[in-house]
């Protein structure tokens, strides 16, 4: 148990579907995250979210839209996807939006787009 | 802007080796430096972590100096065990900004019984 809880698991989705990622933190933490975890490539951060604010977008395609309704919950919704997004979604939490505060993060939601 | 470099892996290893995995960064000022470390079929998990200089991060046996006149956080173990065999990540946030990661490409460690 983490303390940073993403759900599902595993996801295969066609392009034409829409789905959503789901991340809710125990932690009581003020910052989320949205991170891309593809093959060969480094992690890629996508949003960052202080406050249920967001407060980055990492030049991420619009077929994916963030939500962060309160400061424990997170979502990616996701639309007409590309095979090439077929990757591990991770979500994060900080207590602060402050360097050297220690990120946490979830186990992963596993995209396969067909 | 900040980079993370690690060294090309894959690494093998056999159970009870001495452990070193390298790290440098280019940051501007003085950021705060981490180690993550990923298992099979997990997301990632805080290993140790160092904000300032001269600083050694220390956890599971594993150590990393915050080193600023070499720009490295090398991470070491002296023995390892079959149970350390993951994916290793070093990253960064930079000083001043927020706490967002700057990460390295990672390393996946292997060790042989």
């Known amino acids: 148990e983490t303390g940073v809880t993403q759900t599902p698991r595993h996801l295969v989705m066609g392009m034409t579907n829409k789905k959503s990622l789901k991340c809710e933190q125990h932690?009581?933490?003020?910052?989320m995250y949205w991170y891309k975890q593809s093959a060969k490539k480094p992690l890629e951060l996508m949003f960052v979210?202080?406050?249920?604010?967001?407060?980055e977008n990492n030049s991420v395609p619009s077929r994916f839209s963030p939500e962060c309704p309160n400061s424990s919950h997170l979502f990616l919704h996701l639309h007409t996807l590309q095979p090439e997004d077929s990757a591990l979604y991770l979500c994060?939490?900080?207590?602060?939006?402050?360097?050297?505060?220690?990120?946490?993060f979830g186990e992963g939601s596993w995209l396969t787009v067909v | 802007g900040n980079s993370v470099t690690q060294m090309e892996g894959p690494v093998t290893l056999s159970e009870e080796a001495f452990l070193t995995i390298n790290c440098t960064y280019t940051?501007?000022?003085?950021?705060?430096l981490f180690w993550y470390v990923q298992y099979p079929g997990e997301g990632l998990q805080l290993l140790l972590k160092?904000?300032?200089?001269?600083d050694k991060g220390s956890n599971k046996g594993f150590e990393a100096t915050y080193r600023k006149e070499t720009t490295s956080f090398h991470l070491e173990k002296g023995s390892v065990q079959v149970s350390d065999s993951a994916v290793y990540f070093c990253a960064l946030s930079e000083a001043g900004a927020n706490s967002k990661l700057t990460f390295g490409k990672g390393i996946t460690l292997s060790v042989r019984p």
């Open positions: 979210y202080s406050l249920e604010e967001r407060v």
């Open positions: 932690l009581g933490h003020n910052a």
């Open positions: 160092a904000t300032k200089a001269d």
């Open positions: 940051a501007t000022g003085y950021p705060s």
């Open positions: 994060a939490s900080s207590q602060e939006l402050v360097s050297g505060n220690t990120i946490y």
